[in-house]
């Protein structure tokens, strides 16, 4: 069983800055697809961002893009969003997630169908 923790969460200003990291307990998740999804209050969940294993392709969702970077640290065995720039409808749970089945990575990725494990999710609120 692949436990995920996601962590960095918090309250921030409009226009301030978090970086979230998601980690794995026991697993390496430096060979897996890693995926950041949100779920806003009375919204569905939505894809954010997404990386693959290995060559480093990267997706964001359009309210994203240019804002939140998605990069990895395998030294440390963690994913890391580093979100820019937040607005008060970036408010969410946020929520990382892993694919442990080597599927073909695209766009799909942004998709949730596309991971095996999520993490429990960490709060960030931007307000003033």
């Known amino acids: 069983q692949v436990q995920l923790v996601e962590s960095g969460g918090g309250l921030v200003q409009p226009g301030g800055s978090l970086r979230l990291s998601c980690a794995a307990s026991?697993?390496?998740?430096?060979?897996?697809?890693i995926g950041w999804f949100r779920q806003a209050p009375g919204k569905e969940r939505e894809g954010v961002s997404c990386?693959?294993?290995?060559?480093?392709?990267?997706y964001y969702a359009d309210s994203v893009k240019g804002r939140f970077t998605i990069f990895r640290d395998r030294a440390k065995n963690t994913v890391y969003l580093q979100m820019n720039s937040l607005k008060p409808e970036d408010t969410a749970v946020y929520y990382c997630?892993?694919?442990?089945?080597?599927?073909?990575?695209?766009?799909?990725?942004?998709?949730?169908?596309?991971?095996?494990?999520w993490g429990q999710g960490t709060q960030v609120t931007v307000s003033s």
């Open positions: 990386i693959n294993k290995s060559d480093g392709r990267r």
């Open positions: 997630a892993a694919d442990w089945g080597f599927r073909p990575f695209g766009s799909s990725c942004l998709t949730d169908r596309s991971y095996d494990y």
């Open positions: 026991g697993s390496t998740l430096n060979d897996h697809a």
